[in-house]
C-alpha cells in the first residue's frame, strides 16, 4: 500500500477543506456586516423613508423626561353631584347638553373652550382639565383631558370631550359634553425617565406595527390605563403614535414608556 500517496491525498482534502470554510465563515461575515448597516446604523427616518412612510416631522426627538406609576380613582359623579341627572350606568360618565350662548371662535377654539370648561358650572372641576392637542379631521369634536406633572391624561377615564356644530362661517357652537374624572392621583414609585419618542418609533417599526406607504401623522407622551385592581386604576406613562394607512384610515398606537414594548389594546379588569 502506498502510503506516502494516501497522505498526500488527505493533505490535500484538509487544505481544501479548509479553504472552504475560510471562504465560507468571509462570506457569512460580509453579510452580518451588511445586515448591522441596514438595521442598526441607519437611523429610524432613513428606514422610514425607505419603506415610503412619511412623517410630520423631519426629525424624531432623542429627549427623555420622567414619568411614575401612577394610581388613580374614578370620579363617581352620582356621589359626587346630588342633583346630577345621569342614570346609574353612567356613573363615571357623563353626558349633558350645554347650555352656553357664547358663540366659539373658530380662529382661537382652544381660547374659547378653556374659558367655557374654566367657567361653566354644569362641568365637575371643568379646571382640572387641559387641551389635549390630538389629530382630527374637523373640529367638531374636541377633547381636554387631565395632566399630572405636565404629562396629560389620554384615557377614557380622564377626558373632556366638548361636540361642536357651525353656527356661520366663522363661529361654532356648544351642543354637548361628555365627561369622566379622575380623583386621588399619587405615584405608587419614585420618579424613573421613560423612552424617548425616537425610541418609540423605533420600536413599533421593529414590531411591523407602521404599515409600508403609511403616514405617521402624531405622536404624544401621556398616561394611559394598564389595569384595575380593587377599584383603583394603575397607569403608566406611554407613547401615543397616530398611524394613517394608504387607504386613510387611522389608528393609533401604544408604546410602553417604561418597558419600550407594544402595549395591547384590552385593559384587564382584576378582582380579588
Request: glycine share 2%; hydrophobic share 35%; proline share 3%.
Amino acid at each position: 500500500m502506498d502510503f506516502k500517496r494516501i497522505e498526500i491525498i488527505f493533505l490535500c482534502a484538509f487544505l481544501g477543506l479548509n479553504l472552504f470554510l475560510l471562504f465560507s465563515f468571509q462570506q457569512g461575515r460580509d453579510t452580518v456586516n451588511t445586515g448591522v448597516d441596514l438595521n442598526s446604523v441607519a437611523d429610524i427616518e432613513t428606514r422610514l423613508k425607505y419603506d415610503k412612510i412619511t412623517t410630520e416631522k423631519d426629525v424624531f426627538s432623542d429627549e427623555i423626561v420622567e414619568g411614575y406609576y401612577l394610581s388613580a380613582t374614578t370620579t363617581d359623579f352620582k356621589k359626587e353631584m346630588k342633583n346630577d341627572t345621569t342614570q346609574d350606568s353612567q356613573r363615571f360618565v357623563r353626558t349633558q347638553d350645554v347650555v352656553y350662548e357664547e358663540p366659539i371662535k373658530a380662529k382661537q377654539l382652544e381660547k374659547d373652550l378653556t374659558r367655557f370648561k374654566d367657567g361653566n358650572k354644569q362641568l365637575y372641576k371643568g379646571k382640572d382639565y387641559e387641551f389635549f392637542n390630538r389629530p382630527a379631521s374637523d373640529n367638531s369634536n374636541m377633547v381636554f383631558s387631565q395632566v399630572f406633572e405636565k404629562i396629560p391624561f389620554y384615557d377614557e377615564t380622564s377626558e373632556l370631550n366638548i361636540e361642536l356644530s357651525k353656527m356661520t362661517k366663522d363661529d361654532l357652537i356648544i351642543e354637548t359634553f361628555t365627561q369622566s374624572h379622575l380623583k386621588e392621583i399619587e405615584p405608587l414609585r419614585e420618579k424613573q425617565p421613560v423612552i424617548s419618542e425616537r425610541e418609540a418609533i423605533e420600536t413599533l417599526y421593529m414590531s411591523n406595527r407602521i404599515p409600508s406607504e403609511s403616514t405617521i401623522t402624531d405622536t404624544q407622551l401621556a398616561y394611559t390605563r394598564i389595569f384595575t385592581v380593587r377599584g383603583k386604576n394603575v397607569y403608566i406613562p406611554a407613547w401615543f403614535v397616530w398611524i394613517e394607512s394608504s387607504k386613510k384610515n387611522v389608528r393609533v398606537e401604544r408604546v410602553n414608556a417604561f418597558s419600550n414594548s407594544v402595549i395591547a389594546p384590552n385593559v384587564p379588569e382584576m378582582k380579588k
